[in-house]
Every structure is written in structure tokens, then in C-alpha cells.
């Protein structure tokens, strides 16, 4: 092989690739391009999500809100349960004195 053939054979070669790249560029243009149409409907849905987001938002921040009321309730039941539970205990005790204190008194 001489040297005009060397060069000829590469310059095919060359040419041969660049035609397959351009090819492939085309091709992956092709397949990846997006419609003006679907552009639009991709801002529709961005926006959708985005206010879909601040309700969730909203949500959690409005339940946890009313969790922090419902515990505060649920720690004041607790507590007025607790202090009518002392004050039954005490008016049990109170009572049972006064049975046996008459008791006493009526076999005395």
C-alpha cells in the first residue's frame, strides 16, 4: 500500500464515521426532541405539583397543630382524673372512719 492509497483509505475511513456520527446525532435528536404542546402540559403539571406540595403542606403543619391541642387536652383530662381519683379515694376513706366511728359509738 503507498502512501496516496494510505491516505485515500483514511479519508474514506474519516468520512465513513463522521456519516455514522451525524447518523446517530439525528437519531438521538429525533427520539429526545419535544413537542411545544408537551412542554406546556410538562408547566401544567409542574405547577399542579408544586401547589399539590404547599396543601400537603398546609395539612401536616394543621394536623400537627392539632395534635399539640389534643395532647395538652389529653395531659388536663389526665390530671383532673388524677386529682378525682385522690378526692374519691379520700371521701372512701372519710367514709369508712365514719362507719366505724358510729359503728363504736352505736355498740358503745
Known sequence: MNRTEFIIATAI???VAFC???FANWLVHRFIRVNQSDVGE???M???LHEAEETRD???TYLQQRE???TNQLSQTEAELAATMDGLREAR???EELRSYLERSSAG
Open 13 to 15: 475511513i474519516l468520512f
Open 93 to 95: 376513706h372519710e367514709t
Open 46 to 48: 409542574a405547577q399542579e
Open 20 to 22: 455514522l456520527g451525524w
Open 68 to 70: 399539640a391541642e389534643l
Open 58 to 60: 398546609q395539612a401536616i
Open 42 to 44: 410538562l408547566e401544567k
